[in-house]
């Protein structure tokens, strides 16, 4: 599968051009989705970070608590650090997974992360 890496910062519109290709029938995979899909609830990463960083972690409904996080990884380089190197391995995998199930002549891999991560090198 060729794959075409859209990428750029918040608020650059890498989502609004993802939405055009989907209108047009490619199969857009977003980085974003994958890093909130391998964190839901009953999922081995977010087991794992619940070992690492305990219940407080989550939301009453079971959840990650998101804002704990960021606060908890941006005060503490040492847990951002483990936090990714948990994660991004995960991430590339389910996108992986999806580049493979992609139909049609190209897929679209929406990141913002194509160059700061492995993800360029995914196909």
């Known amino acids: 599968m060729f794959t075409v890496g859209l990428t750029g910062g918040i608020g650059s519109g890498k989502t609004s051009v993802g939405k055009q290709f989907c209108e047009l029938g490619i199969t857009v995979i977003n980085a974003d989705i994958a890093a909130r899909k391998v ?3 009953n999922s081995p990463a977010l087991d794992q970070i619940i070992q690492h960083f305990g219940n407080e ?3 009453l409904d079971g959840s990650l608590d998101r804002a704990f996080l960021r606060k908890k990884i941006f005060s503490h380089s040492e ?3 483990w936090l990714e ?4 391995p995960i991430i590339k995998d389910w ?5 493979n199930h992609a139909t049609g002549p190209y897929a679209i891999l929406e990141t913002p992360l194509l160059l700061e991560t492995d993800q360029h090198l995914l196909t």
């Open 79 to 81: 847990e951002k650090l």
């Open 57 to 59: 972690c989550l939301q």
């Open 95 to 99: 996108i992986q997974q999806a580049l």
């Open 85 to 88: 190197s948990l994660l991004h």
């Open 39 to 41: 964190v839901e609830k």
